[in-house]
């Protein structure tokens, strides 16, 4: 689902520019020595939408040349990012966001068709029955590695962060309740309380796509708003981009002894020995993951986990059966996806019957 937006208005009317940057803040860095100016531009902020959320703009008169907007596109429209946007409604949005800046500045800006995507998060929401199980579920999440990412673990989330995409997992009632709640009290009370209920039972996936990865997501060199705005397509983006972070992960519970004795009947003894040693050491403890990391070479790494997965060895061993049926139902699409306070509460108030 989508969250969070950069989009490119272009703009080659250079006096209508000129008017909009009377009253923006000016940023520039220029080399003394020379004169030469390495860069300039001008930044500003609006309050838009039925909850006059404030989104910030920059204005390029470089190459490109335009507008930059970002903000997220479920606080445009419901005032929390708790619930999530389809991509089906991302046009309808942006047309309604259109007109209103239209009305804003006096002018007629550039229809949705010229637009171009700079940025793009996705999210999607799993729904557990409690704050506990997608703490469990998050612990097993933070003992898994991704290859050629930076990992930040924090006790509610993690991030797989790179230069061309980052993947983040997190505990949405934590995220909420620290950066938006009070906001949101000043809307709706009553509203705020029951999305806190509802995010306390959330963990939450997302990907967030840069300008030139996203050219290789979608296949071509300028992605517009109608590139993004399929449900089916942005879906399947989703799951694979989960699946990557799951690519040597077996889900399958196991023991131990049952690792042990699965590694010896593959393997010849002192490779065995080798890959049990790296399987406890890599995956339950911290402090003999650290020595292995900068004892190992990338590619060692890389080898022993894909022999470990070639052979069906888990490290769900310290999750109960429930949290392990969970683990399992960390899928796009689930039936545990839930992306409105309203589609949250009918099945709520169902499962409650």
Same mark, same amino acid.
């Given at each position: 689902m989508? /969250?969070?937006?950069?989009?490119?208005?272009?703009?080659d009317?250079?006096k209508?520019?000129?008017?909009?940057?009377?009253?923006?803040?000016?940023?520039?860095?220029k080399?003394? +020595?020379?004169?030469?100016?390495?860069?300039?531009?001008?930044?500003?902020e609006?309050?838009?939408?039925?909850y006059?959320?404030?989104?910030?703009?920059?204005?390029?008169?470089g190459?490109?040349?335009?507008?930059f907007?970002?903000?997220?596109?479920?606080?445009?429209?419901?005032?929390n990012n708790?619930?999530?946007?389809?991509?089906?409604?991302?046009?309808v949005?942006?047309e309604?966001?259109?007109?209103?800046?239209?009305?804003?500045?006096?002018?007629?800006?550039?229809?949705l068709s010229?637009?171009?995507?700079?940025?793009?998060?996705?999210?999607?929401?799993?729904?557990?029955?409690?704050? +506990?199980?997608?703490?469990?579920?998050?612990?097993?999440?933070?003992?898994?590695?991704?290859?050629?990412k930076?990992?930040?673990?924090?006790?509610?989330s993690?991030?797989?962060?790179?230069?061309?995409?980052?993947i983040?997992?997190y505990?949405k009632?934590?995220?909420f309740?620290?950066?938006? =709640?009070?906001e949101?009290?000043?809307?709706?009370?009553?509203?705020?309380y029951?999305?806190?209920?509802?995010a306390?039972k959330?963990?939450?996936? +997302?990907?967030?796509?840069r300008?030139?990865?996203?050219?290789?997501?979608?296949?071509?060199?300028?992605?517009?708003?109608?590139?993004i705005?399929? /449900?089916?397509a942005?879906?399947?983006?989703?799951?694979l981009?989960? /699946?990557k972070?799951?690519?040597?992960?077996?889900?399958?519970k196991m023991?131990h002894?049952d690792?042990r004795?699965?590694?010896?009947s593959?393997?010849?003894?002192?490779?065995?020995?080798?890959?049990?040693?790296?399987?406890?050491?890599?995956?339950?403890e911290?402090?003999?993951?650290?020595?292995?990391?900068?004892?190992?070479?990338?590619?060692?790494? =890389?080898?022993y986990?894909? /022999?470990?997965?070639?052979?069906?060895?888990?490290?769900?061993?310290?999750?109960?059966?429930?949290?392990?049926?969970?683990v399992?139902?960390l899928?796009?699409?689930?039936?545990n996806?839930?992306?409105?306070?309203?589609?949250?509460?009918?099945i709520?108030?169902?499962?409650?019957?």
């Amino acid at each position: 689902m989508i /969250d969070t937006l950069k989009i490119l208005i272009p703009v080659d009317d250079r006096k209508f520019l000129e008017k909009l940057k009377v009253n923006l803040i000016r940023t520039s860095r220029k080399n003394l +020595e020379t004169g030469e100016m390495k860069y300039e531009y001008f930044t500003g902020e609006i309050k838009a939408g039925s909850y006059l959320k404030t989104i910030s703009f920059k204005i390029s008169e470089g190459m490109p040349v335009g507008i930059f907007f970002e903000f997220s596109l479920p606080k445009y429209k419901y005032g929390n990012n708790v619930e999530m946007i389809w991509p089906s409604e991302v046009l309808v949005i942006l047309e309604s966001f259109r007109k209103e800046l239209c009305e804003k500045i006096k002018e007629e800006l550039p229809l949705l068709s010229e637009w171009i995507v700079y940025r793009l998060d996705l999210c999607y929401n799993w729904t557990f029955e409690s704050k +506990e199980k997608c703490q469990s579920l998050m612990n097993f999440i933070q003992r898994i590695d991704y290859p050629r990412k930076k990992v930040h673990r924090y006790e509610t989330s993690v991030m797989y962060i790179g230069s061309a995409y980052t993947i983040k997992f997190y505990l949405k009632g934590d995220e909420f309740l620290k950066n938006s =709640f009070k906001e949101s009290l000043k809307v709706n009370e009553e509203k705020t309380y029951k999305l806190l209920d509802w995010a306390n039972k959330i963990l939450r996936f +997302e990907v967030e796509f840069r300008k030139n990865y996203l050219q290789s997501v979608f296949g071509k060199k300028k992605v517009k708003i109608s590139d993004i705005a399929d /449900d089916q397509a942005i879906i399947a983006i989703e799951a694979l981009y989960l /699946d990557k972070v799951f690519k040597y992960i077996n889900k399958e519970k196991m023991k131990h002894e049952d690792v042990r004795q699965r590694i010896n009947s593959y393997f010849k003894p002192a490779k065995a020995y080798r890959l049990y040693n790296f399987y406890k050491g890599y995956y339950f403890e911290q402090d003999e993951k650290y020595h292995i990391e900068k004892g190992l070479n990338r590619s060692t790494i =890389f080898n022993y986990k894909k /022999d470990l997965k070639k052979i069906g060895v888990a490290f769900t061993e310290n999750l109960t059966s429930n949290d392990f049926v969970a683990v399992e139902e960390l899928i796009i699409p689930s039936k545990n996806a839930h992306f409105t306070l309203l589609a949250y509460n009918s099945i709520h108030t169902i499962v409650s019957i």
